[in-house]
């Protein structure tokens, strides 16, 4: 009788015919249970217990490595604080402040620039508290009255420009 391709009785014959051959040629096959003994036992040398293999060099990897790591990370890192001594920290270090608005000239210091420090200090004190930060300040033109003058060129030291603190972060 013929087989078809198409028929799959025939397909699952050739797929284990060729699953046959492949065990063979490699020489794999199933155990065979030894031959049943009378109570006849041969006298031979007998084989020696297999040595021992001596345990395998420690060789971690990447893993067993990042776990030695973060066993050590607890002594390394400070211990975590609640957020309640977080904040009682934070306070400890901040200082009260207040922010105070006003308009005080900055002298000029001795290399000229403005000296606008000195000048949030002077605002800050006109308002009570002891010191402070400048947080703005404004410039402007102060001309004198020559420039007024029709037809008068105007001259290098006819203007300066003032600078002024206009608002301070005062502490006490």
Known sequence: MMVRSGNSAARLGTLMSAVLLLLAACGTGWAQSAPPSLG?????????????????????????????????????????????????????????????????????SSNGAPDCKQAADQLCQSKGYKEGKSLNADSAEKCSAKVLIPGRQRKPDDCRTDTFVTSALCQN
């Open 40 to 108: 006849l036992q041969e006298q031979g040398p007998q084989a020696a217990p297999p040595p021992s293999t001596p345990p395998p060099a420690e060789n971690p990897g990447l893993i067993h490595e990042m776990g030695k790591l973060f066993d050590k990370l607890p002594s390394i890192l400070p211990p975590i604080k609640s957020p309640s001594e977080t904040m009682n920290d934070l306070s400890r270090l901040a200082k009260p402040s207040t922010m105070v608005s006003g308009r005080t000239a900055c002298p000029a």
